[in-house]
């Protein structure tokens, strides 16, 4: 059982930054591929950025390429998804999200641990 927990959320305004965090209670956090999920209010969740094991390969989805940049510090079994340029429609729940599977997929049914997420407000 892996247990993540995410921060760093909170209330910005548009164009500011933001780096969320999902600390993870694993000994053998390199071998998860992890990713990064949201939901905004009154919508479906949808993936953002996903990272792979050895974080050699990346993924984001169209809305988050150019602003968001996902990382790992797999000694510190941490992950991390800064955030820059915001905009008031990336106002959402952020989860983090982790599997055992290699390789990295856009369906939250790929993935079988999740954190309780972290709100991200911002205001235009």
């Known amino acids: 059982q892996v247990q993540l927990v995410e921060s760093g959320g909170g209330l910005v305004q548009a164009g500011d930054s933001l780096r969320l965090s999902c600390a993870a209670s694993?000994?053998?956090?390199?071998?998860?591929?992890l990713v990064w999920f949201r939901q905004p209010p009154g919508k479906e969740r949808e993936f953002v950025a996903g990272?792979?094991?050895?974080?050699?390969?990346?993924t984001y989805a169209d809305s988050a390429k150019g602003r968001f940049t996902i990382s790992r510090d797999n000694t510190k079994t941490t992950l991390y998804l800064q955030m820059n340029s915001l905009k008031a429609e990336d106002t959402a729940v952020y989860y983090c999200?982790?599997?055992?599977?290699?390789?990295?997929?856009?369906?939250?049914?790929?993935?079988?641990?999740w954190g309780q997420g972290t709100q991200v407000t911002v205001s235009s």
């Open positions: 990272i792979s094991w050895g974080a050699e390969r990346t």
């Open positions: 694993t000994r053998t956090f390199s071998s998860y591929t």
């Open positions: 999200a982790a599997t055992r599977t290699y390789g990295i997929t856009t369906l939250g049914a790929g993935y079988d641990y």
